[in-house]
């Protein structure tokens, strides 16, 4: 994944786990192409690590808590195959606060059926006191995306598409419809996410 690629050059090795050999033979080939050739390829659940404790040093997640059906046995396992010393990268999209909390899950959902629930900033850091991990660091940072990019990156279906932008162009008059806040620019509706970064050292 081009995570993956990022972390490669500055490590000895990486470890690529995924749940399907389809993701992870397409990180395969983008890694060949861009010369890594210090990564390895699991197939796995995040639930259920095929890996011994404490065998990484460092263990990352990006924007895959807001899949998982049970984040508290994801994070545990995270900690669990990571060294007593080791950090652990979490970033995610961040959940909304307030009403537009359950009205913004609705339209990921209805987006991404994969989409399970966001967390929010008390959420990650209650997992991380709970499973011993020392918070170093953490950030919000506001991502913004464009509409129709965002939608196209599930392929979501014809339908799906009409209802979501009806109700987002709404939004940008009506107000407090989707839960995102939309805006228009340049013509086209945009809004923002926000990204939640956690940095943290599993305590000795």
């Known amino acids: 994944c081009s995570l993956g690629r990022m972390i490669a050059p500055d490590v000895k090795n990486i470890t690529e786990l995924d749940a399907t050999e389809a993701m992870l033979e397409a990180g395969k080939a983008e890694n060949e192409k861009a010369g890594i050739t210090n990564a390895g390829y699991v197939i796995g659940e995040a639930e259920a690590m095929p890996f011994s404790d404490g065998s990484f040093d460092i263990v990352v997640s990006r924007l895959a808590f807001h899949h998982f059906e049970d984040v508290e046995k994801a994070f545990s396992e995270m900690t669990r195959v990571l060294r007593p010393g080791g950090r652990l990268l979490v970033a995610d999209m961040l959940a909304r606060e307030g009403s537009d909390r359950e009205k913004a899950e609705h339209y990921e959902r209805l987006r991404d059926p994969s989409h399970v629930r966001c967390l929010d900033c008390e959420e990650f850091k209650s997992l991380a006191e709970k499973y011993d991990i020392a918070v170093e660091w953490e ?55 926000r990204w939640y970064l956690l940095i943290g050292r599993k305590k000795v």
């Open 139 to 193: 950030s919000i940072t506001a991502i913004e995306m464009e509409l129709d990019s965002w939608l196209e990156l599930t392929g979501a279906s014809e339908d799906k598409r009409k209802n979501i932008i009806s109700d987002m162009k709404r939004d940008t008059t009506e107000k407090n419809i989707t839960g995102f806040s939309p805006y228009i620019k340049n013509g086209k509706i945009f809004f923002d996410h």
